[in-house]
């Protein structure tokens, strides 16, 4: 009967993922780097010379917290169109978030945010929708 009951929760927990067509994921905006331009990969040079240019550009621990934070306050506590501004003095990094839109999804609603981060000479530009379904959890999707 234990068996029966465990095959049947797993099967519906599976069934249930696949029915969804949304992507569960961290904020792209906290973990990605500030450079948006890199070289076609025709070759392992091609690969890590995109590698050492996506690790240059990644902001650094304290800011990535810093981007977190601000995306969070922003979707937590912010009006559409106001802004989420952060700064750092010691790696001259900085960021601003802004929810662009809210919507109803289900029993919650969505929020779509616009992100914008500045590091080492460069900038890079996000859109992400965060949703939240009677949790205090934001969960950031892709479509």
């Not at 465990?6 to 249930?16: K, N, P």
């Not at 949304?22 to 025709?42: D, F, K, L, M």
């Not at 003095?89 to 601003?96: C, L, V, W």
């Amino acid at each position: 009967m234990v068996g029966k009951l465990l095959t049947v929760s797993i099967l519906i927990s599976l069934l249930g993922g696949c029915a969804s067509n949304q992507e569960t994921y961290i904020s792209h905006s906290v973990n990605s780097s500030a450079n948006n331009s890199y070289q076609p990969t025709r070759s392992s040079v091609d690969i890590v010379s995109n590698f050492l240019q996506w690790r240059m550009s990644k902001l650094p621990h304290e800011d990535q917290v810093k981007q977190e934070q601000a995306v969070f306050f922003a979707l937590d506590n912010s009006d559409e169109g106001e802004v989420v501004e952060w700064y750092s003095d010691i790696n001259n990094s900085s960021g601003k978030v802004s929810i662009m839109m809210s919507y109803p999804q289900g029993s919650g609603y969505c929020r779509v945010i616009f992100s914008q981060i500045n590091y080492n000479n460069k900038s890079r530009d996000f859109k992400e929708t965060a949703c939240r379904n009677g949790s205090v959890d934001w969960r950031f999707i892709r479509r």
